[in-house]
Structure formats: C-alpha cells, structure tokens
C-alpha cells in the first residue's frame, strides 16, 4: 500500500513537472506567420521582451503632453520672439541638473588619454572650456579663470565657458561611454578594453553607431547564461539595438522639450500611478511665470510660513550691482554659478531650470519659428544625412572613430513628399523658397549657426528666467553665463514603466 502511494507521488510529480516544461517551452508566436519567435527550428527570428526603455544615468522622466509656448508674461524687451502656441512634445528624458565642471572634467580626461598621440593635438584642445569667459576689461575675475574649472572647490558647479558645438560632442561622448558600459556589463564587450583605449587608443574607440554597423568590434566578453543566440540556435557576441539592451544618443533637448521640461506641469495633474482608471485632470489651472508652480510662492520667494519663507527659488541677479543680497542676509547665496543641486526642483524633479547658467538648446534661431515650426515635437536645425559610404565597408570611420556621414542629395528627394531638401535648417526662413534673408553682420545678428539659449543665469534680472524667454549665440563662441544639460528620447508608452499606450477596456460580447 505504502509503495503504491509513493508510486502515485512520483507519478504525480513526473505529471507536474511535465505540465512545468510545457508551460516554460511555449514560446511567443508571430500573429502574422505563426511562427514562433526565438525558436531555432522555426527561422530563429529574434525578438526580445517588449519593455520600458531603461533610464540612462542622471536622467529624470519627463510624461510629455501639450501646452503653450513662448512667453508668458510682458514682452518688455520688444523681441517679439516667442509667441505664445499651442503645441504638443512626446515624453523624453532630460538631465536632473545641469552638466558639472567634475562630469566635463571626467570628458577632457577622456579625451586626453585617447588622444594622447600628438597628431590630436587639435582635438584635446578643441574639447577644453574657454576659461577666459571670466575675464572682464573692468572687473577681477582672474581668480575664476584659474581655478573655476578646475578646483575640487567647484566640482559641481556647472560648467561655463562651453560652446554649443563642445556640448554637442560631449553629448556623443556620454552616449559613447554609457553604451559601452552597458555592454560590458551585459558580457558583450570586455573590460580591458577600456584600458586599451584610454594608453592612446585614438581612433579606435567604441562608438555605438560604428558598433552597431560592424565597424567597431572591440574585444568580445562572456554573455551572461541565457544571453543572445543567432538563427541556429548558437551563442551571439554582438548586440543590435533591437535586443533591447543599448539605450539611445544622450543629445541637447529642444527648444520645446527644455521648455516643457522646465514647467513641470505634471504638479498640477496630480495622476494615481499603476491605475489605468484614474488620471488627472487635463487641465493647467495656474500659468506660471517661472519653473515652479506659484502656489505657496511670491513668483520669486516661498511664501509659506515656515523655514522657508522668503528664501529666493533660484541664483538670479535681482538688480544692478545686486548678486546675492546683503552680508547677514544673503538672498540667493551666490554670487557666481551655484552647486547644481541647489535651489528648488521644479514638478519634474528638474533643477534650475530657471537661473543659474543659461543652457543650449538644440535650435536654430529664429525670432518666427514658434509660428513656422510643426505643432508636435517643433525644432529647427534639422539637416538630414546619410552614411558616407565613399570608402567602403570597413573604412566608414573619421579621425575620431565615428562613422562618416553626408548630406542626402536634393535630386533624390524630389519624389518625397514629406520632405524635399536636406538642408532644413533655414527652411521656410532665411532661403530662396520664401525669398527671406539674413544678412549676417550686416542687417542682422542671425545666421545658421545661432543658437537657442534659454532659462536665465546668475548674471540675469528676473525677466530671463520666465522658461519662455529666448535668446541666442553663435554655435562656436561661449560665456560665463551659459552651460547646457542632456536629453534622450524616450521609447513606449507616453506615462513610462508600466503603462501601456491607448485606453485599454474590458472585452465585452456583442449582442446578436
């Protein structure tokens, strides 16, 4: 008797643990083809898991949405620049802070251990800040110029002296490293080949579009068990961005994105999380002057009773010859560029969006494009490019290790119908099509190479830090009063990790 119970256990546990490898074998099926996915014997088409595109480090979230933008108070300086519009971006992610003098230093050492060998003497000195923004005829600023940079004392303050054309690069360079990263976390690539490259690796450094085009291949690692397999079923070294596991380019936001980012309206739409049945209200019942919602602040100060009433939100300069207050009493506590991290975060979690340092945007300026651009995701720079595939495969690489590209030829888009010219850039403004020029340094100060800078710095009046505000410098001069921060796309759904994209309802029979 007690054997045939241990007989039927047994018998038991072989059932289930069948019922187990049944469950555990069943693989995800094409609703096209009905093919399996992942399956060797059936094409070994890979497909990973769909998921939320992973946070790349010192990002923050941003639930896109739509609203006005341009200027939300009085045009007192007459630009007639930003008029208000309605307009919609996707979610993205942006920077928590701005970028600090301690990340662009990690840049420069970077740069200078790759390309240590003499013949890239241009491209170190090239990436270096112009410490001489804070030299002034009148004032005694040698002191920043030596040390603002450079001492532990600064480590995060934000970087100044950048151009757009450096924050441009740098933002590669991030991408670059965080992907490498995540590869040779994943077994993809090897460790030690951060040491080849650092001992004067030049050229031949990681970059993700070369890696992604086979024209990096690094040093192979050991995949983690259960990694990547091709068609036959066999053990994959190289990863594709469809796996899943690199993220996309860090890259300066736009103009709208860094606008949105900066209002953080989310405050005002409060939304339970996890609950697809409930969400805010739609609505923006407060239009804000600043980056901060008004309630509980004189538009400037915090007005609760408390420890913070009438500490000033932001570094601003609140009159001529007024930096940070009086000795005792100090309002603002600075009187040059403060710690990134410092003052109050806005809805988004974002800090110092107002004030500070100005920050580069992506656009190219123009005083009308608020009216001229696409209502959703609006920008202005575009310049659509190709592959330079003059030398072949295997020679797609420039100096600096990235991949060739050129500008797509005019003559093979006449059949598009979204688009016809390459160079966009000044498209609708400032070209032959309209019959609009600029004059650059004649009639105006507005060339192709403006640039959009927005939030107001330490050195600026109040007015400047309104997130509608707009101003512009040429690409490839700097200033004291200017840094920038990041931005990635984001991939999924609009309301992040979690969510899906669309109402979703429950299935319901028809009546016949």
């Not at 190709?386 to 990235?402: A, C, E, H």
């Amino acid at each position: 008797m007690q054997r045939l119970l241990r007989l039927k256990h047994f018998t038991l546990v072989l059932a289930a643990a069948a019922a187990l490898g049944s469950c555990k074998a069943k693989k995800a099926k094409s609703d096209m083809t009905g093919w399996n996915y992942n399956d060797k014997n059936m094409g070994g088409f890979h497909v990973a898991k769909a998921k939320d595109i992973k946070t790349g480090p010192g990002l923050v979230f941003v639930q896109g949405g739509t609203f006005t933008m341009g200027a939300t108070n009085e045009d007192i300086m007459g630009d007639w620049n930003n008029i208000p519009r309605r307009v919609t971006v996707n979610s993205f992610f942006i920077d928590k802070t701005e970028v600090a003098n301690v990340h662009y230093r990690e840049y420069i050492h970077w740069i200078e251990n790759v390309f240590s060998d003499p013949q890239y003497e241009a491209v170190v000195e090239g990436a270096k800040p112009d410490t001489l923004v804070w030299r002034s005829e009148l004032a005694y600023n040698e002191p920043y110029v030596e040390y603002y940079f450079r001492h532990p004392s600064y480590n995060f303050y934000p970087v100044v002296g950048v151009n757009w054309k450096q924050a441009h690069d740098f933002c590669i360079w991030r991408t670059d490293r965080v992907n490498q990263n995540e590869l040779i976390q994943a077994g993809y690539q090897n460790k030690n080949v951060l040491k080849t490259e650092l001992q004067g690796g030049g050229q031949e450094n990681f970059n993700t579009k070369a890696y992604l085009m086979g024209e990096y291949q690094g040093v192979p690692g050991k995949p983690k068990k259960g990694g990547l397999v091709d068609a036959q079923g066999r053990p994959r070294n190289t990863v594709r961005f469809d796996d899943g596991i690199l993220l996309p380019g860090y890259r300066l936001p736009t103009e709208a994105e860094w606008e949105y980012a900066a209002l953080g309206y989310i405050n005002q739409n409060p939304q339970v999380r996890g609950s697809e049945k409930k969400r805010g209200e739609e609505l923006v019942s407060n239009k804000q002057i600043f980056s901060w919602n008004n309630d509980g602040y004189d538009n400037l100060r915090a007005t609760r009773r408390g420890t913070w009433q009438g500490s000033f939100l932001a570094n601003f300069k609140r009159g001529s010859g007024d930096n940070m207050g009086t000795a005792g009493g100090l309002n603002d506590r600075s009187a040059i560029p403060a710690e990134v991290t410092a003052f109050f975060p806005n809805g988004f979690g974002v800090y110092n969006m107002s004030g500070n340092v100005s920050e580069w945007v992506a656009d190219v300026y123009r005083p009308l494009t608020n009216v001229d651009a696409d209502d959703f995701n609006p920008y202005r720079g575009n310049r659509f490019q190709k592959v330079d595939m003059s030398g072949g495969q295997g020679n797609l690489r420039d100096d600096l290790g990235r991949i060739k590209m050129v500008d797509e030829v005019d003559s093979t888009l006449r059949n598009r119908r979204n688009y016809q010219r390459s160079y966009a850039i000044n498209y609708m403004d400032g070209d032959s099509l309209t019959n609009t020029q600029y004059g650059y340094g004649i009639t105006t100060l507005i060339s192709d190479k403006s640039r959009v800078i927005k939030g107001g710095s330490w050195n600026d009046r109040a007015y400047w830090l309104s997130p509608g505000a707009r101003r512009f410098l040429e690409e490839d001069q700097s200033s004291n009063t200017v840094g920038f921060r990041c931005a990635m796309t984001h991939f999924g759904a609009p309301e992040g990790k979690g969510r899906k994209t669309g109402n979703f309802f429950p299935s319901r029979r028809q009546k016949r």
